[in-house]
């Protein structure tokens, strides 16, 4: 009896274990959501910037630079989860990859880059001005600033992010998982065409201390562009979804 009754204890025990196991997995994967490997492209203001705030949350990130060994000090500084590359080297790497580079440089980064970045998830925060653009701003005033970057970087899965402020914004905002803010966490706006990619971009923003707010497809990314009415709000994303008026 004993013998026969014992194993099918125990096969109740894992049956009721792999429940509790499966009920608990969600609570358990938003406690330790997944870390990825990000490759930042222009390690200056806004690729340093973003690429630590990603480091100090777990991801390994490649920032990438023409000259990779000037970025000695700050990788040492980040520890073992930041190294430094080629920019050819952070597309290979990256599950993702932040472009964070003067807009200007857009047409010459697509001859050397674009087939490398076909396919890949690609944060762009790339902006176009007047003064330091020239042609490239008067062609993003023409055609829109997500339908430019898209022509420059055909096939790859775009999301416009960390656009819409200052680099020393995004550091205090992002600043201890923007824990510290008082009022609650700073809103990006966010547009792509890519529903995954859109998703990553979104855990990608939370990750780097803020909240995302999907403004569209990636034409509405003029809606934040610089010099739009959507620019420059240190806002949370209730407050951002009212500005730019995207409802509830
Ligand atoms: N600064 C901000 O607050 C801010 C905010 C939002 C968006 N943005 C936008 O983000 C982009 C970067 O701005 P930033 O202020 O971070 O500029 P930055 O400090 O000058 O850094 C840009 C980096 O891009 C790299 N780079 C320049 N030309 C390149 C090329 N042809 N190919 C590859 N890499 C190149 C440079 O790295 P190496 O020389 O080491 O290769 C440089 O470190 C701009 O489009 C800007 O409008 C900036």
Redesign the pocket.
Known sequence: MRSDRTPRRAALAIALASLLTASAMPALAQEHPKKIRIGV?????????IGSLWVKDGHEVMF????PE??APMIAELGPKARAGT?EEAITFGDAVFV????K?YP??SK?LASSLAGKVVLD?????QK?DGALFDEVQANGIGTTSAKYFPGAKLVRA?????????AKAGANGGKDRPGGRMAIPIAGDDPAALNVAEGLVRDAGFDPVVVGPLKDADKFA?TSPGFGHEATAPELREKLGLGK
Do not use: C, E, Q
């Open positions: 492209i222009g390690a200056g203001n806004i690729g340093g910037t990438a630079s023409r000259h000037t970025l920019p964070a580079v003067p807009y440089a010459d980064l050397d925060a790339g902006n176009a001005t330091r960390f656009n819409a402020a200052n680099y020393k914004i995004f610089i």
